[in-house]
């Protein structure tokens, strides 16, 4: 989806390079995700504080803002070694939010002069925006399918559960044996064989519902 928001916002304004930053979540840091001009070292490693340079400083207002030339010489701008598009001309960077939230920022490279027209400006905008509903459907599904899994997870440890209870219910009063003690020899018994606790303990269930029918 990022390589198509870099392809799709090069088309509309012919810019000579397009960068993606995402926040991570853990340090509030917005980490390079894409870029139309290669980064092969850079994308998933460079970080930019809330607040730094042009892009924290888009970041951290939520307002994009458009630099047509000489944009280094902006109070705003920071320079980083690694980024060849930091020597370029024209800047345009917008902000990617999702219910109120910061989450990433698109910036838009000239290599000479290049007056940002309103238009251009609203749709790079407009672009961010649908960006940031993408991500948070991305996310809101991802948590749903975490949280689901995590249901399922729990509910087949709850089951079981269950099932070794009864089994060394039934190792209990079969042997005579504490519950503990039962618990040891099914584990043991579990590992001997390779078998995951609760197959050994259906098997358990099933020869004492055998055993009471033939009785």
């Known amino acids: 989806m990022l390589g198509e928001i870099v392809g799709l916002a090069a088309r509309i304004t012919s810019c000579d390079a397009c960068l993606v930053y995402l926040v991570d979540g853990e340090s509030d840091e917005f980490v390079l995700r894409a870029s ?3 980064h092969t070292k850079d994308v998933g490693h460079l970080r930019i504080k809330m607040g730094e340079g042009v892009t924290g400083w888009v970041a951290k207002h939520q ?5 047509g030339a000489d944009a280094a010489a902006d109070s705003r701008f920071k320079i980083f070694p690694a980024l060849v598009e930091d020597t370029y001309e024209a800047f345009l960077s917008v902000p990617v939010v999702s219910t109120g939230k910061t989450i990433g920022v698109i910036n838009v490279h ?3 002069r290049h007056p940002h027209t309103s238009e ?5 905008s407009f672009i961010g925006e649908q960006m940031g509903a993408a991500i948070s459907k991305s996310l809101l599904e991802e948590e749903n399918a975490r949280l689901t899994e995590e249901a399922a997870e729990a509910k087949r440890q709850l089951e079981t559960r269950k099932v070794v209870e009864r089994a060394k219910g039934i190792l209990q009063s079969r042997q005579g044996v504490t519950e503990e003690e039962a618990y040891i020899r099914m ?5 001997r064989l390779r078998k995951p606790m609760k197959d050994l ?7 004492e519902e055998l055993g009471r029918r033939e009785a």
């Open 63 to 67: 307002a994009p803002l458009a630099l």
């Open 36 to 38: 139309l001009v290669p």
């Open 110 to 112: 000239h290599r000479e």
């Open 201 to 207: 303990a259906e098997a358990i269930i099933l020869a």
């Open 187 to 191: 584990r043991n018994e579990s590992r």
């Open 120 to 124: 251009e400006v609203s749709t790079i």
